[in-house]
C-alpha cells in the first residue's frame, strides 16, 4: 500500500518480475483463466455500439464559406450539458437531442417561467491578451429570436456584440468574440443571454471555442468517445497485468518470509492514515478525505484489501493491528461500502482466532451495542443502511446500465463508455450527472462490455476460486469475497486498490502448490 502511489514504477517492476518468472520455469499459473478474461471482454468490444448522437461528418453550412481553423476547438458536441437558467429557479437541465447535431431546449421552464441564459457548465483555460471565438448554430420554431452570448470567467460576465448570420433554410450561426484581460483564467461555453422572441423552443449544434477574432470552419471537439484500440489495449491490459502480478507474488513470497511483506504493506498503511488524518483535520470533523488514493471510497477499499493481505501473510496478531488502522482509515473515507466489507473481514478474522474466538466476538458485540447507542461515532458510516441521495443516485445508475444491456447484450457500449451514455440518456430527473461508472461490478460490466465481458469474469472468479480452493487457501479465498463485497455498490475491482492486493493474496495462497519444481497450472 505504502507503493501503490506510485503507480508506473511498481508496476512496470512487478510486471517485469512476473515475466521473468513465467519465462525462467516456463509455466504460467491460472494462464487460462486470464486469457479466458481478455479473449471474452475483448470479444465483446468488437462487437460493441458506443453511444454517438453525430453524424460522421459536420454539416456543410458549418464547414464552407469559412476559412480552415488553426487551433483546436475545445468544446464537445455534445450538449446534453445545455441548462436553461432563471433567478427564481437557477438551472436547469432540459436539452433533449433531436438529430443533425442539434439539441433541443424550451425557452420556458415547466413552471411557464422564461430562461433569461443558456449555458454549458464547463470552463476552459484562458490566456490574457488573447482573443477567443464563441460560435455555434441555431434553429428555432418563431419568426424572431434575438441572442447575446456572454463570456463568464473569473471575472463575472462580459457580454460582447454578438453576431447572428442565416447559413441555410431555419439555420442561423451565432457568434462573437472577446480578448481576454488579466484575471480572466478560464471561460464558461457555451454561454449566452436569452434576448427574447417569440420562439418556444431552441436547437443549438455544432458550437466551437477557438483562438482568433472570427469563426473558422467548425472542427470535430473532444467527444469523450474511446476508439476500439484503447478499449481492447485497457480490458487486455487489465487481465495480462494482473496475470503478470500473480507471478511476481508467487516468486516474492518464495523469495522472503510472508511476514516482512505483511510489516511492509503495514508500514504503508501507517503512511496512509497519517497522510489521511491530516487532510481530516485540515478539512473539518464530517469532511471525507482520499489520503494519497484518487477519490475517498478507494481509501476505504484499500484499506481493506491490505488489512485483509496483512492478515494472509502476517497471521492473526499482524491482522489484528491491520484491522484497526483499516477502521480508522474508513472513517476518515466513509466508504459505506468497505465498512460492511470490514465487518465481514472481521468475522473472517475472529472465527481464525480458535479459543480467543468468545473473547473477541464479545468485544465486537459490545462495541456494536455502543454504536447502536450512539450512532454519531461512526459519522457517515451510520448511514450504511440509510437509502439517501446517494443510494437513490446508485438506483438511476443500475437502472441506466440495464437500458445499455438491452441495447447491445453481447458487447454493450464500450468500456469508458458508461458516463457519456447516462448523459445522453438520463432517467427521469438525475440526482447526479455524469457518474463515472455504474458503481456495481456486474452490471458495469453488462453495460460496457455486454455478457461477453461478463462471462470473461465468470471464468476468472471460477479459476481462481477453484484454485484457492484446491490449496486450502481459506483467507485468501475469503479476501476474494470481500473484493466482490466492495464491488456490490462501485466499481473497484480492477483499481491498484483492490486489484493487486487481491492478486498477492491469490499468490501467496498458491505459492506453495506452485514452487518451481512443481508444474504449473
Known amino acids: 500500500m505504502l507503493l501503490l502511489p506510485l503507480k508506473a514504477p511498481w508496476f512496470a517492476t512487478a510486471a517485469g518480475l512476473g515475466l521473468w518468472r ?108 488573447k482573443t477567443y471565438t464563441q460560435s455555434f448554430y441555431i434553429r428555432h420554431d418563431g419568426s424572431q429570436a434575438r441572442f447575446t452570448i456572454t463570456f463568464f470567467t473569473q471575472r463575472g460576465h462580459h457580454p460582447v456584440p454578438t453576431q447572428m448570420e442565416a447559413v441555410a433554410p431555419g439555420v442561423w450561426r451565432v457568434w462573437a468574440s472577446y480578448t481576454a484581460q488579466e484575471g480572466d483564467r478560464a471561460v464558461r461555453a457555451i454561454d449566452f443571454f436569452n434576448e427574447g422572441g417569440d420562439f418556444t423552443y431552441l436547437e443549438v449544434g455544432w458550437a466551437q471555442l477557438e483562438e482568433g477574432p472570427t469563426p473558422t470552419a467548425y472542427r470535430m471537439g473532444p467527444t469523450g468517445l474511446k476508439s476500439l484500440g484503447w478499449r481492447l489495449w485497457w480490458w487486455v491490459g487489465v487481465a495480462l497485468l494482473g496475470f503478470l502480478v500473480l507471478q511476481a507474488g508467487l516468486w516474492l513470497f518464495q523469495s522472503i518470509p510472508p511476514s516482512k511483506a505483511a510489516w511492509a504493506i503495514l508500514l504503508g498503511m501507517l503512511a496512509h492514515l ?43 496478531r499482524l491482522g489484528g493491528v491491520a484491522l484497526g488502522l483499516a477502521a480508522a482509515l474508513l472513517f476518515l473515507s466513509g466508504s459505506r461500502t468497505a465498512f460492511w466489507a470490514l465487518l465481514l473481514l472481521g468475522g473472517a478474522w475472529a472465527w481464525s482466532l480458535g479459543r480467543s474466538r468468545p473473547w473477541v466476538l464479545g468485544l465486537a458485540g459490545l462495541l456494536g451495542a455502543l454504536a447502536l447507542w450512539q450512532p454519531e461515532l461512526l459519522g457517515r458510516l451510520s448511514q ?20 445499455a444491456l438491452r441495447e447491445n447484450p453481447l458487447g454493450g457500449i464500450g468500456f469508458g463508455h458508461f458516463p457519456l451514455y447516462f448523459d445522453l440518456n438520463p432517467p427521469p430527473n438525475p440526482i447526479e450527472p455524469s457518474p463515472p461508472h455504474a458503481h456495481n461490478l456486474a452490471l458495469h460490466l453488462l453495460a460496457e462490455g455486454g ?42 475491482l480492477f483499481s491498484a486498490w483492490v486489484y ?6 491469490v499468490a501467496f495462497g498458491l505459492q506453495k502448490q506452485h514452487s518451481p519444481a512443481r508444474v504449473g497450472l
Open 22 to 129: 513465467v519465462l525462467r520455469h516456463r509455466q504460467g499459473v491460472l494462464a487460462w483463466a486470464f486469457g479466458a478474461l481478455a479473449v471474452a471482454g475483448g470479444l465483446g468490444q468488437l462487437l460493441a455500439t458506443p453511444p454517438n448522437l453525430l453524424p460522421q461528418v459536420a454539416p456543410g453550412f458549418a464547414t464552407s464559406n469559412l476559412p480552415p481553423g488553426q487551433s483546436p476547438n475545445l468544446l464537445s458536441p455534445f450538449l446534453h450539458g445545455l441548462l436553461g437558467w432563471n433567478p427564481e429557479e437557477g438551472g436547469q437541465r432540459a436539452a433533449k437531442a433531436v438529430g443533425d447535431g442539434f439539441w433541443r431546449i424550451p425557452q420556458h421552464s415547466p413552471a411557464g417561467r422564461r430562461y433569461v441564459e443558456f449555458f454549458v457548465d464547463r470552463w476552459y483555460p484562458l490566456e490574457a491578451g
Open 500 to 505: 493487486y492486493p487481491l492478486l498477492l493474496a
Open 274 to 316: 497519517a497522510y489521511a488524518g491530516w487532510q481530516w483535520l485540515e478539512a473539518g470533523p464530517g469532511a471525507r478525505v482520499a489520503g494519497l488514493t484518487p477519490q475517498p471510497n478507494f481509501l476505504g477499499h484499500g484499506a481493506v484489501m491490505a488489512a485483509g493481505l496483512i492478515w494472509v501473510l502476517g497471521g492473526k
Open 384 to 403: 450504511a443502511l440509510t437509502l439517501d441521495h446517494s443510494a437513490q443516485a446508485r438506483l438511476q445508475f443500475w437502472q441506466v446500465a440495464i437500458q
Open 451 to 492: 455478457l461477453l465481458a461478463l462471462l470473461g469474469l465468470g471464468i476468472w472468479l471460477l479459476g481462481v476460486g477453484h484454485a484457492l480452493l484446491k490449496a486450502g487457501a481459506r483467507p485468501s479465498l475469503t479476501l476474494l469475497g470481500i473484493a466482490l463485497l466492495l464491488n456490490l455498490t462501485d466499481f473497484s
